[in-house]
């Protein structure tokens, strides 16, 4: 499985620009003219242009992913290249600001790419272009195959600093690949990289795999497995490729969650058709119930303190969002609006917690703050479901299926503005983002 | 939903006329149960028009009692449930008592409901309310006089669709809980 080995043999060096490159006088980032507000829903994105790396193809590839992923997070607007009137730039001199002006570039990125004792060496520059301005200037070095990875921890650096917030591009989603059709539909869990590169293929499709879920040090997942005999959950550890049982419930088991820490796992378990959630604590595999009430309790997520679990329940009589201590104290309900509240997912900044809501024969993916507040719907159709954060909580990714469709990621940001579908291929459910991969 | 189960039905009679043909070309079964396994298959003779109409004939006959076939079409192996609930409905009564009465006919059987749901719902939900609505059945079967170690239960949640199809009639379709034979059928 070549995308295990990724997190282990992956190494960046990190070099200061200002040192690589001399002639010019250290970043200032206090004066940089240029700044994405992220916070604005009306955003007119920063037009930047990503010419091609030099250093032949991989030069070219990196770039383009680079302005793909900007391009993506709806901040910005890379340029046509075909617009750039100086071409053939060189890294290690001076963009000719004028000519990226007369093009109104805002920012301007430029790099290059050399080979070094079977390494590649990025380096890359990010330009303010009216201040005439060093913004960065980072060399990354890493092994051939792992161009896109270097690409992506570029274009987190280049959002960080013009948006003054974490990137979340060097990031993978783990999800369930569906294929078959509707009539016999087949399920395996799956692994790729946030724009969709890279697929890789966990499990085969024999038995019905759902609701994957990263922990917070992004080599283990879990996840559940249902089958005729019966349901499980499982942590799969993603750089060893094992696999491991939580243990047998005497009734189906689903629904699991990484504490923030990753010390511990909620779940739900069903007896005689009564769910309650439940949480383990992996190091000594001891398990405490949470909630024992003759409802629906499930999907429990973990504020980013640990201290707080939100969940689903109809305990009054259709299914609501309802905010509990992570020991299961005081639960209390936050959601009143009209409709049906689903899969609550809190947001890693702690701000929000996104849910599925169902009203008027629609779903929507929405938002709300941990007291209920503020909610806002974000999307809608025949059936959205199942948010996940991406590690900055800036965007949410979900599944969309159409009328008699199958199932496709999509992503949205938090304001509702950057709609569209993740360039995965495939059939796909149940995406969970990864926390950014060290 | 009406029309559908006695489409459904008649589908199943012909599956059954023509296993039943396919059957009768090679060893003619008795009412009783067979006591020794059937004759390699493979040298059996075809039936002489197998991919026709089936064929016409005495289907009651043809379906050994005790059998999977038998609960399924002579009982009903499929109760279904209104939206997001998990109540037993009147129209359901009735297959369970047969169902309860079929099982206690034949009390080496043990059997698996599964639970499942429309796809009107998010994952997670679905699975607990296809859990819920196979635990009614079970509960059903056991007030019934069925022994409860005789049932397990599990939920599809929306995993399963009986019917693809999306609208109404689909949906209602797939809310239901099937009542699957795991062993001990002639």
């Known amino acids: 499985m070549n995308s295990m080995r990724f ?46 790396f030099g250093g032949g193809q991989v030069g070219a590839d990196i770039s383009q992913v680079i302005a793909a992923n900007l391009q993506r997070s709806g901040l910005f607007r890379p340029l046509d290249p075909n617009s750039f009137v100086e071409r053939d730039l060189n890294a290690a001199i001076q963009p000719a600001f004028p000519s990226w002006k007369q093009i109104n570039a805002q920012a301007l990125v430029n790099g290059q790419v050399t080979v ?34 270097v690409a992506h921890k570029i274009s987190d650096q280049i959002y960080e600093r013009l948006t003054g917030e974490k990137g979340y591009f060097d990031t993978r989603v783990v999800f369930v690949a569906e294929g078959g059709g509707r009539a016999a539909r087949t399920k395996r869990l799956a692994i790729m990289d946030q724009d969709g590169a890279n697929p890789s293929y966990l499990t085969d499709g024999s038995y019905i795999v759902m609701t994957p879920r990263f922990s917070s040090n992004s080599q283990e997942i879990t996840y559940m497995a249902l089958r005729p005999e019966g349901s499980a959950i ?61 409802s629906i309790d499930t999907s429990a997520s973990f504020s980013p303190d ?16 309802y905010v509990m201590g992570a020991d299961g104290s005081g639960p209390r309900r936050i959601s009143f609006g009209q409709g049906r509240y689903t899969t609550p997912v809190w947001s890693p900044t702690g701000e929000f917690i996104a849910f599925t809501k169902q009203i008027g024969g629609q779903f929507h993916i929405g938002v709300m703050r941990p007291d209920g507040s503020d909610e806002r719907i974000l999307t809608s159709s025949y059936l959205d479901e199942g948010p996940t954060w991406a590690p900055n909580g800036r965007v949410l990714m979900f599944s969309r299926e159409g009328r008699g469709s199958g199932a496709k990621l999509w992503s949205v940001d938090v304001t509702g503005r950057v709609l569209q579908p993740v360039p995965y291929p495939g059939g796909a459910s149940d995406p969970a983002w990864s926390p950014l991969l060290q | 939903m009406a029309t559908s189960f006695t489409a459904r039905t008649a589908l199943n009679l012909a599956l059954v006329a023509a296993a039943a043909a396919s059957l009768s070309a090679c060893t003619r079964p008795k009412p009783a149960f067979q006591t020794q396994p059937p004759a390699p298959a493979p040298t059996a003779p075809a039936p002489t028009t197998p991919d026709t109409a089936p064929p016409a004939g005495p289907v009651g006959s043809a379906t050994v009692p005790g059998s999977q076939q038998d609960f399924v079409v002579n009982v009903g192996d499929t109760v279904l449930f209104d939206f ?13 008592a047969a169902q309860a009465g079929w099982l206690r006919q034949y009390p ?68 239901n809980a099937k009542t699957a034979i795991v062993s001990g059928a002639r």
């Not at chain 1, 058709?273 to 009430?293: K, P, Q, Y």
């Not at chain 1, 640990?306 to 969002?321: E, H, K, Y």
């Not at chain 2, 059903?140 to 999306?166: A, H, M, Q």
């Open chain 1, 7 to 52: 997190l282990k043999s992956f190494a960046f060096a990190l070099v200061a620009g200002a040192a690589v490159f001399g002639g010019l006088a250290a970043p200032a980032p206090a004066h940089a003219q240029i700044e994405v507000n992220v916070n604005r829903g009306d955003i007119q994105p920063l037009p930047i242009a990503v010419p091609a």
């Open chain 1, 116 to 149: 070094r004792d079977g390494q590649l060496v990025v380096d890359f520059r990010l330009w303010d272009v009216f201040a005439e301005q060093q913004l960065l200037g980072l060399q990354f070095t890493s092994t051939p195959e792992n161009w896109r990875r």
């Open chain 1, 234 to 294: 499982y942590l799969f550890n993603l750089e060893t490729g094992r696999r491991e049982s939580l243990g047998n419930f005497q009734g189906m088991v689903f629904a699991p969650r990484f504490s923030p820490d990753g010390s511990k796992v909620a779940f739900s378990v069903e007896r005689s058709g009564n769910s309650d959630i439940f949480v383990m604590d992996l190091r000594n595999r001891s398990t405490a119930r949470l909630t024992a009430d003759p």
């Open chain 1, 306 to 321: 640990g201290a707080r679990i939100v969940f689903n329940s109809d305990r009054s009589g259709s299914p609501q969002l």
């Open chain 2, 84 to 96: 997001d609930s998990y109540s037993i409905r009147e129209d359901a009564r009735g297959i369970l």
């Open chain 2, 108 to 175: 080496a059987v043990r059997v698996r409901i599964e639970g499942n749901t429309d796809e009107l719902g998010t994952r997670e939900y679905n699975l607990a309310l296809g859990a819920r609505r196979a635990n009614a059945v079970r509960e059903f079967l056991v007030s019934n006089g069925i022994g409860g170690e005789r049932i397990t239960t599990i939920s599809y949640g929306k995993e399963r669709p009986v019917d693809p199809g999306t609208g109404d009639e689909a949906y209602a379709r797939n809310r």
